[in-house]
């Protein structure tokens, strides 16, 4: 089983950026996908969820209205949309399936 994010880098407050994780070694299309983040000197967040079948979708307070979470089965991706992006938002984010982690990409938002 392995994830690989990508997508992260530095912005400006108020933009946006795109985040994708690649899986593999799985049946990515049965399973909900999660992504998390961890800012510096805090826990892991939850962020977003997407489930395998209906696609529904949960998110913490914090993103609602601004990140969507969304899945290609056709690609075992799932993305995550941010936009309107706060130096709050800044993290390293991760993708998780199970108990398997990626090894996360960095973004930062600042001027």
């Known amino acids: 089983v392995q994830l690989v994010e990508s997508g992260g880098g530095l912005v400006q407050p108020g933009g946006s950026l795109r985040l994708s994780c690649v899986a593999s070694?799985?049946?990515?299309?049965?399973?909900?996908m999660r992504w998390y983040r961890q800012a510096p000197g805090k826990g892991r967040e939850l962020v977003a969820d997407?489930?395998?079948?209906?696609?529904?979708?949960v998110y913490v307070d914090s993103v609602k209205g601004r990140f969507t979470i969304s899945r290609d089965n056709a690609k075992n991706t799932v993305y995550l949309q941010m936009n309107s992006l706060k130096p709050e938002d800044t993290a390293v984010y991760y993708c998780?399936?199970?108990?398997?982690w990626g090894q996360g990409t960095q973004v930062t938002v600042s001027s």
């Open positions: 070694g799985f049946p990515f299309s049965n399973y909900d």
């Open positions: 998780k399936f199970g108990s398997t």
């Open positions: 997407i489930s395998s079948t209906s696609g529904s979708t």
